[in-house]
């Protein structure tokens, strides 16, 4: 198969992918998987459920939990990118210390946890992101 049909194909199918997960975020609040090949567009269709989700059941955080911190890492930054919000994201893993902070001995206790997940609280509504009052 051609270059430009394979690419066409896989576009296709990552389109199916989000579509389908735009749909699902019509379903009752719980704890969403979202598995897929690698390539697949799981980052943009994740949001993509997780947004919709947010503004239907008037949600205030979305979390993602992922098993490898270079994914994390990487998925942060995309999304950052998309937003222009560093600010809005909460990035917590082995690698992620406060501004200033630095070492191995450095734990982040629950009520630090709070603090920080509650300093921006936001929602993405017809297309822009707007901090709740």
Not at 16 to 21: E, R
Not at 82 to 87: K, S, V
Request: negative net charge; glycine residues 10%.
């Amino acid at each position: 198969m051609p270059q430009k049909e394979t690419a066409k194909k896989i576009a296709g199918l990552r389109q199916k992918i989000s579509d389908d997960c735009l749909r699902a975020a019509q379903n009752a609040p719980g704890i969403y998987k979202l598995s897929v090949p690698t390539g697949g567009g799981k980052t943009l269709a994740g949001m993509r459920f997780a947004l919709r989700h947010v503004q239907l059941y008037g949600k205030k955080r979305i979390i993602f939990v992922i098993p490898y911190t270079s994914i994390v890492e990487q998925n942060a930054k995309e999304i950052r990118d998309i937003f222009g919000r560093d600010e809005a994201i909460l990035e917590n893993h082995s690698n992620a210390l406060p501004e200033g902070i630095a070492g191995e001995d450095y734990v982040l206790d629950d009520s630090a946890l709070y603090a920080i997940a509650g300093i921006h609280i936001e929602k993405y509504v017809d297309g822009a992101l707007v901090e709740e009052e």
